[in-house]
C-alpha cells in the first residue's frame, strides 16, 4: 500500500493557461475525493467519484474545471483559462467506498497562478 | 446543511501542557466526525473518528475526542503536549450520503518548550 499520490507537487502557470492534475488512489478504493484548500482555511469539497461515475460537484466547481476517472483508477483535475483565484492546494482523498470510513489524503498539489 | 466550528484559529501550549482544541458540529442528522491534522506542506492524516459507537474515541498519538450531543461537541485533547504535536488539526463531519467531508477552518497548534 503506497498511499495516495498525486503529480506535480507544486505547478505554477500564468493566467489564462490550462493545467492538469493527477492522483493516484490507493489501489481497490472505490471513491475518489477532490478538494481544494486556500491559505487560512480547511479543506473544501469539489467532487467525487465512485468508480468511474462522477457523482457529485460542488456549486465551486466552476464550468472551467473538469474532473475523470477513466475506468475508475487514477483521475484528472483539469482547470481551463486559470485565474489567480484558482491558486491553492488541491487535495486527493480515496476510500475503500463501504460506509462511513477513513480518509486517505495524498500530499496534495499546490497551484500558483501568476 | 451540516457543518463545524472550530473555535481559535491559534492555540500555543507549552511541552508537557494539556492540548484542548475545541469543535462544535450542526447536523440535522446524528454526525460522523473526524479529527485530522496536517504538517507543512503535507496532505491529512486522520487522528481518530466518530462513528456512533463510544463517546470517548481513542486516536493516534495519544490524541483523544469526546462526543457530546448535548453540547453538539467533538473537542480534541491530549494530557501532555509533544514539540512535534505543532501542527494544523481540522475537525470535520461528514456527509451521510456520500461521506464527503466538511471542515471546519483549522486550529493552529504551537508547542513551546
Known amino acids: 500500500d503506497t498511499g495516495v499520490s498525486q503529480d506535480p507537487r507544486h505547478k505554477i502557470t500564468k493566467r489564462g493557461q490550462n493545467v492538469t492534475f493527477r492522483c493516484d488512489p490507493i489501489?481497490?478504493?472505490?471513491?475518489l475525493y477532490w478538494y481544494r484548500q486556500t491559505l487560512g482555511q480547511g479543506p473544501e469539497f469539489l467532487t467525487y467519484?465512485?468508480?468511474?461515475?462522477?457523482?457529485?460537484k460542488s456549486r465551486l466547481l466552476s464550468d472551467r474545471f473538469s474532473a475523470e476517472r477513466p475506468k475508475g483508477s487514477f483521475s484528472t483535475l483539469e482547470i481551463q483559462r486559470t485565474e489567480q483565484g484558482d491558486s491553492a492546494m488541491y487535495l486527493c482523498?480515496?476510500?475503500?467506498?463501504?460506509?462511513?470510513?477513513?480518509?486517505?489524503f495524498g500530499p496534495g498539489t499546490r497551484l500558483l497562478v501568476l | 446543511a451540516q457543518s463545524v466550528t472550530q473555535l481559535g484559529s491559534h492555540v500555543s501550549v507549552s511541552e508537557g501542557a494539556l492540548v484542548l482544541l475545541r469543535c462544535n458540529y450542526s447536523?440535522?442528522?446524528?454526525?460522523?466526525l473526524f479529527w485530522y491534522v496536517q504538517y507543512p506542506n503535507q496532505g491529512l492524516q486522520l487522528l481518530l473518528k466518530?462513528?456512533?459507537?463510544?463517546?470517548l474515541v481513542k486516536g493516534i498519538n495519544g490524541f483523544e475526542a469526546e462526543f457530546k450531543k448535548s453540547e453538539t461537541s467533538f473537542h480534541l485533547t491530549k494530557p501532555s503536549a509533544h514539540m512535534s504535536d505543532a501542527a494544523e488539526y481540522f475537525c470535520?463531519?461528514?456527509?451521510?450520503?456520500?461521506?464527503?467531508?466538511?471542515f471546519g477552518t483549522g486550529t493552529r497548534l504551537q508547542v513551546f518548550p
Open positions: 466518530y462513528t456512533s459507537a463510544a463517546t
Open positions: 467519484f465512485q468508480n468511474e461515475a462522477q457523482l457529485e
Open positions: 447536523s440535522s442528522v446524528p454526525p460522523y
Open positions: 470535520a463531519v461528514s456527509d451521510r450520503n456520500t461521506d464527503k467531508l466538511i
Open positions: 489501489s481497490e478504493h472505490n471513491r
Open positions: 482523498a480515496s476510500s475503500p467506498g463501504q460506509g462511513v470510513e477513513t480518509q486517505y
